[in-house]
């Protein structure tokens, strides 16, 4: 089973479906990608709808990947900065990978197209994100060249009494 990437891709019906199905099963699996389980689709549709907003004024990119069957299987959204003392770095949000295709190697494949597309990007020397803590996502994103350059802590509330870090971490191409 291999991921095939694009940038870019047409925004249509079928790939907004696509995404957001993904969002709706990555979050219900407990992925940390900005919800809590349980969720339905309409909870996410609006952040999906401003994600993609920004891809079509040109705020961001979006990178998908699909499995063999050509299902979306995976996203990530590079995020242009528009402070003009930051413009050499992007942000790198929403990455997924669903959690039907986990341990099959997806996860670097699509972090590996997300740098090459960055390198693609004029002026671009860097990748940023933030992570949750507490999922041991920062340990996968470390494998894939990430160091961590920041945290704070519980800065993320999952629930009463659960607070996470938020770890940013950095990747100089």
Known sequence: MTLTCELDPV?????????????TDVSNAGGAVGFVPPVVPEDIRPDLERSLAAVEAGER?????????????A?????????????????LYTVMVHPGHQGKGYGRSL?????????????VEAIRLTCRGGTGVDD????CGYKEVGRIPGAIRVAPGDDR???????SL
């Open 61 to 73: 990119r979006l990178l998908i990947g699909r499995d063999d069957d050509g299902r979306i299987a």
């Open 111 to 123: 972090m590996a197209a997300v740098e090459e597309a960055a390198r693609g990007f004029h002026g």
């Open 75 to 91: 996203t990530a959204f590079l995020a242009y900065n528009s402070h003009r003392l930051m413009t050499h770095w992007l942000w």
């Open 11 to 23: 925004i249509d019906d079928e790939l907004f479906d696509g995404i957001l199905a993904l969002w």
């Open 140 to 143: 996968f994103y470390g494998g």
């Open 165 to 171: 870090d938020d770890i940013v971490m950095l990747l």
